[in-house]
């Protein structure tokens, strides 16, 4: 069955794509029912006024992120994402919400927004189907992913689409008046609260504070990859970091491991490959033939750089050894995957603005399914 099949009852034909495809191009007009930031309290949490300025003092820039992860790590206590959610519904399960996702990714790519409209559109609907306790049919699953989008891109862009180009992006199976009614559903069930903390918050809270750290180690001639560099940009490296974190966002299992853990395991592989301590087919032989735990390969070196992380995780990043195991063993199956970075196309922005801009691989869904079959055939405990 289809994507849009199981989304929807009555998705119209592929011919309606190219026109979607078209009206995306065109000026995106506000919504007459956007969210007021001046008059919405929930809008002027210090955070808002808050991002990823460069700085020319070190001590300038630690005091910022460091502001920006306290308020991430507070803001985060005032919400849960309720595990197992999907045990109270019948008609929503794990594939059907990693088919909802990608198409949500889908979508944000093609509407040109932020990385972060995608993410918290993301939190937005699991926290959604965390609070209510009634079961939602399969033909409201797509109508309650758009309105998610919807919401996330009037606290997230500057210019947001009109409710008339989401309609038409679900190829017009939901009225104007269902996506504004379901809208205000959401919203009254959130209790009109919509900042959360976002993979993608962390993700560059995360990266930031390595290049941080990266820049004292330089003072001792110990040179490390970094993620955001002037000089020397590591475009590999930040491109695969985002890919692995897409992919990621569609895992259901990714909701049971915190944010901060899923990034700081991806680093991991990431700049042990970088620093040749072991070879991307040590982190395939890993997760395979039943190896299926981070500590199963005999190699000093990885040891030896597993100390040494380890060491840097608990003084830089106030990590526990539990925490860094936990993410190693979720983390390692995606590199079995292969990636195409689709690179953003958005004219007048800075290459790191750019990498802001949200992507989607077409095999999202295949890549999701071999992590499945991977777990399923390796025994895998899911445990995380």
């Known amino acids: 069955m289809k994507k849009k099949e199981i989304l929807s009852k009555n998705h119209n034909k592929k011919g309606k794509n190219n026109h979607t495809n078209n009206l995306l191009m065109n000026k995106h007009n506000k919504s007459s029912m956007e969210i007021d930031e001046e008059n919405d309290?929930?809008?002027?949490?210090?955070?808002?006024?808050?991002?990823?300025?460069?700085?020319h003092n070190i001590s300038q820039i630690e005091n910022s992120y460091n502001l920006e992860k306290n308020f991430l790590e507070s803001t985060e206590k005032l919400h849960k994402i309720r595990i197992n959610y999907l045990n109270n519904q019948t008609y929503f399960d794990i594939k059907k919400r990693l088919i909802l996702l990608d198409w949500m990714m889908e979508v944000s790519s093609q509407f040109g927004f932020k990385r972060q409209t995608y993410y918290l559109s993301l939190i937005i609907l699991d926290i959604y189907f965390s609070t209510i306790t009634y079961e939602i049919v399969t033909n409201e699953l797509q109508?309650?992913?758009?309105?998610?989008?919807?919401?996330?891109?009037?606290?997230?862009?500057?210019?947001?689409?009109?409710?008339?180009?989401?309609a038409i992006s679900c190829d017009n199976t939901y009225t104007i008046t269902q996506i504004l009614e379901y809208e205000f559903k959401i919203l009254n069930t959130l209790n009109w609260k919509i900042i959360y903390p976002t993979l993608n918050d962390w993700a560059n809270i995360i990266t930031y504070q390595w290049d941080l750290f990266s820049d004292k180690e330089?003072?001792?001639?110990?040179?490390?990859?970094?993620?955001?560099?002037?000089?020397?940009?590591?475009?590999?490296?930040?491109?695969?970091?985002?890919?692995?974190?897409?992919?990621?966002?569609?895992?259901?299992?990714?909701?049971?491991?915190?944010?901060?853990?899923?990034?700081?395991?991806?680093?991991?592989?990431?700049?042990g490959i970088c620093k040749d301590y072991f070879k991307f087919q040590d982190i395939l032989n890993m997760f395979s033939n039943n190896n299926n735990k981070h500590n199963n390969i005999n190699n000093i070196n990885l040891y030896a750089y597993k100390d040494w992380f380890t060491k840097i995780c608990i003084n830089e990043f106030n990590f526990q050894i539990q925490e860094l195991e936990e993410s190693l063993n979720y983390t390692g199956l995606f590199f079995h995957l292969q990636f195409e970075y689709n690179k953003p196309v958005k004219e007048g922005l800075s290459y790191e603005d750019n990498l802001q801009i949200q992507t989607h691989n077409s095999n999202n869904i295949q890549s999701m399914n071999e992590i499945y079959e991977l777990r399923n055939n390796n025994n895998v405990q899911k445990n995380y």
Do not use: Q, W
């Not at 309290?41 to 700085?55: G, Q, R």
């Not at 919401?151 to 008339?164: F, H, L």
């Not at 049971?256 to 853990?261: A, G």
């Open 41 to 55: 309290n929930s809008l002027t949490e210090p955070s808002e006024k808050m991002s990823f300025i460069k700085f």
């Open 143 to 166: 109508l309650i992913g758009v309105c998610c989008l919807f919401i996330s891109s009037k606290k997230e862009e500057i210019v947001i689409p009109s409710v008339n180009y989401f």
């Open 218 to 271: 330089a003072k001792h001639n110990n040179y490390l990859p970094k993620f955001r560099n002037d000089k020397n940009y590591n475009d590999t490296l930040i491109k695969n970091y985002f890919l692995l974190l897409d992919i990621i966002s569609l895992d259901y299992y990714s909701i049971f491991i915190h944010e901060k853990n899923i990034c700081i395991g991806i680093i991991y592989y990431l700049i």
